[in-house]
């Protein structure tokens, strides 16, 4: 009885948690994914993470640049000015035209970047491709994780009452 109580506390206090993000955390949230997502998305493209210790320096320098480009064009979008707990499909079209935007800054870094004369990125040319899918679904999904759980709270505390 008492894991049971737990699993429901645990379970209030993570969709409290998510209802109480602000922009801030969404900011401090995508940094931390973007610092992730390259290395996943080179796993997936080379089939396993022990394939990618030959690329480990570029991937690096390729992160960098990509997190420092993604976050100054979400700013430019409005991505950490919106009341995202009121999202709608409009919004999410900010996200999509943000993480394109940003994307094909990205591939245009890597096209100059990996060209023989300037040799700064060793890295396969569907990474920045890849990353950008993977940001694009962890970034939506944390703006539609708040809005889901501000309708959830709705729903419950109004099972009944007609929308509109």
């Known amino acids: 009885m008492n894991v049971i109580n737990d699993q429901k506390d ?27 997502t390259p290395f996943i998305a ?6 396993g993470s022990s394939r990618t210790v030959p690329f480990l320096d570029s991937l690096w320098r390729y992160t960098l640049s990509a997190l420092v480009i993604r976050l100054v064009v979400y700013k430019l979008f ?7 707990r009121y999202a709608s499909v409009d919004d999410l079209t900010h996200i999509v035209a943000g993480v394109t935007v940003a994307a094909i800054f990205n591939v245009a870094l890597c096209y100059v970047a990996s060209r023989p004369s300037i040799d700064f990125f060793q890295l396969p040319r ?3 491709f890849l990353d ?33």
């Open 126 to 128: 569907s990474l920045p």
């Open 10 to 36: 645990l379970g209030s206090r993570f969709r409290e948690s998510i209802r109480s993000l602000r922009n801030r955390h969404i900011f401090a949230l995508d940094a931390l994914s973007m610092l992730i």
């Open 42 to 47: 080179l796993a997936l493209r080379l089939d």
């Open 78 to 84: 409005g991505m950490y000015n919106r009341y995202w």
């Open 132 to 164: 950008s899918m993977l940001t694009l679904f962890v970034a939506g999904g944390i703006r539609m994780a708040v809005r889901l759980e501000q309708q959830a709270l709705i729903d419950r505390h109004a099972p009944d009452a007609k929308r509109t």
